[in-house]
DNA sequence: CTTTTCTTTCAGAAATAATTGAAAATACAG
DNA sequence: CTGTATTTTCAATTATTTCTGAAAGAAAAG
């Protein structure tokens, strides 16, 4: 396969992976294309090369920066801005984790930590309790796996479960 | 908190986790409904329950069934078919993983597999199979846990990391 | 076969989300 | 300050997804 198409195909996964886990298709096509970039790039770039308006190319751009994904990089001299994704695939990992469990975690469990205190005790009621507190604690539990995982230096998790399996 | 309102803030925040992790609304909605339900419900009694037309309702059970999330029971004498929901967390959590693996992590797989034999060797093209390589078996890896937690019994992982960490 | 009950489908409507492009804001240089 | 390069914002547009409701389909009962 030619790099241009092998590039291309690359950067249109990447995007579908982002479409259906949440985020935004563009979103996941910029940062796509910032991983395999030699270089850090420009807006203007970004813009050239997925074909997108420099509005679009700017909100996704803070959104992969507010993920922590994607850095700023500044050049003597130079007044444009420049773009960099970093490369460790682990750490990208460990970050995307992080970022799931604040956004996403962490407001179930407060619901569902505001439900505790539910009045009644009927069958549907008791059925309520039962099943929201094993989802609790289901969150808890999954919590502490996330931390582990985003505080583990490099793949220590797959290695540690490679031995014991 | 009253009942009915526990209730309703239970469905409203699944429904919620739901749509930032790619499900559709409803199709969340309906599952919590018949998460904490104390027997299986009807089409007409969830579409009841949550206000929606019957074709959603339909589209959405049957989704869920799909999943491998939901069940038909159907009742000696009666016609219409009810539903249920396993009620078993960590088997929930065993099972979207499985599903999300198959529909996300393996198309992904594939496509990295196809762009192994990119042709070339400028820089570019290195640092393009640096990181699709890389990807390529963080993704094999991925596979590994998430098939090691699929297969695993209740929350065995949970146990083994809470010894070893 | 006909009727009744229930399920499935699907075209159009409604709701949501993403994108554009141009104007406003910002930041620096002269 | 004024001019220029760049980034940010946002109303309007466009695209995508979801939902509805009615019609068609299927299955059992009479």
């Known amino acids: 396969m030619k790099y241009p198409e092998a ?5 249109q996964a990447w995007g579908g992976l982002g479409s259906s886990w949440g985020v935004n298709r563009t979103m996941a096509q910029i940062h ?17 090369e ?6 679009n190319a700017n909100m996704n751009i803070r959104a992969l920066i507010d993920w922590g994904l994607v850095e700023k990089e500044l050049r003597q001299g130079e007044r444009k ?3 960099i994704a970093g490369k460790d695939v682990w750490a990208l990992a460990k970050q ?4 799931r469990k604040k956004r996403e975690l962490e407001p179930i469990q407060k619901v569902l930590d505001q439900l505790k205190d ?3 005790d009927g069958k ?5 309790k039962k099943m929201t507190d ?7 539990q999954a919590e502490t796996i996330l931390d582990l995982f985003s505080n583990s230096k490099s793949n220590w998790l797959y290695k540690v479960i490679g031995k014991i399996r």
Request: aromatic share 10%.
């Open 7 to 11: 590039k291309s195909k690359f950067i």
């Open 134 to 140: 094993e989802i609790s604690e289901f969150a808890d």
């Open 118 to 120: 539910v009045e009644g």
């Open 124 to 128: 549907e009621q008791e059925e309520f």
């Open 32 to 48: 796509a294309l910032l991983l395999i970039a030699t270089e850090a790039l420009s807006t203007e770039e970004i813009m050239e």
């Open 50 to 55: 997925l074909k997108i308006s420099r509005g």
């Open 96 to 99: 995307i984790a992080k970022e």
């Open 81 to 83: 801005e420049f773009f």
